[in-house]
């Protein structure tokens, strides 16, 4: 029994805090649950507009070059970034910038928060490891 005119103490989990649910919101926002996900995104923003293969990036991430392809191609859908039709395996990645101010906003407290060792633990928690089958499970549903 709670004192009177105390509130109840949270009603969701008491392990969340208000940051950590921010950063799910935002997450969720601009369509990114995987790691390999963030990762790949975060590499785009990075380096600007660069000319580069699925495998060079995955060397450089430490992904294997499926997961990295399934990477590009969410995040294209989401058009959260664009990219070249590819020449002798060689594609030019870029980020698009959203229209949408709330998915702009997102992204843009996402980064700020990548910077620092804390935020990118933070992220690392609330986001899935990829799986290189998700590019086809994606294709099998959409048959």
Known sequence: MTPIGKPRANFGSERENPQELSVQSCLEGIGVSLLSDWDVLAFVYRHGASLTS????????????????????????????????????????????????GRRRCFQQLARLSESRAGR???????????????????????
């Open 54 to 101: 699925a495998d060079h990036i995955a060397r450089l991430l430490g992904y294997e070059s499926a997961v990295v392809g399934g990477a590009l191609e969410h995040l294209e859908r989401e058009k959260l970034i664009e990219r070249s039709r590819s020449s002798q395996g060689v594609r030019l990645h870029r980020l698009l910038a959203s229209t949408d101010a």
């Open 121 to 143: 633990l933070m992220l690392t928690k609330q986001l899935k490891p990829g799986s290189w089958t998700r590019g086809r499970e994606e294709q099998s549903a959409k048959s």
